[in-house]
């Protein structure tokens, strides 16, 4: 099964950005796809935004067109771009691999889940 890495968090100010990344060895050559969840304490963890294995995107209603998600296959890494973050985006990011027709179904579904990142907006 994949390894997932999380890193890339920190504190912001509202309106500000940040890049979170996902290192997933094995990733690419598996052809997974990725999702991007967050938690906040005493809240269930919540699907955000995915990016499938040929590169198509979407999105929760209250990031889009605000966070993108890229990524770069040589490196076996996904991105989480985040744009004109608000309090609310405060929360601990997590990445998961997903198994889509082409996947390797052994590899990509339902991996261990990662550390994740903590974000945090704020002034």
């Known amino acids: 099964q994949v390894q997932l890495m999380e890193s890339g968090g920190g504190s912001v100010q509202p309106g500000g950005s940040l890049r979170l990344s996902c290192t997933a060895p094995?990733?690419?050559?598996?052809?997974?796809?990725m999702n991007w969840f967050r938690q906040t304490a005493g809240k269930p963890r919540e699907w955000i935004a995915h990016?499938?294995?040929?590169?198509?995107?979407m999105y929760k209603d209250f990031v889009e067109g605000r966070f993108t998600v890229s990524e770069d296959k040589a490196k076996d890494t996904v991105y989480l771009q985040m744009n004109s973050v608000k309090p609310e985006d405060t929360a601990m990011y997590y990445c998961?691999?997903?198994?889509?027709?082409?996947?390797?179904?052994?590899?990509?579904?339902?991996?261990?889940w990662g550390q994740g990142t903590q974000v945090t907006v704020s002034s």
């Open positions: 990016i499938t294995a040929d590169g198509a995107t």
């Open positions: 094995g990733f690419t050559a598996n052809k997974c796809g």
């Open positions: 998961r691999t997903f198994s889509g027709p082409s996947s390797n179904r052994q590899f990509c579904a339902q991996p261990p």
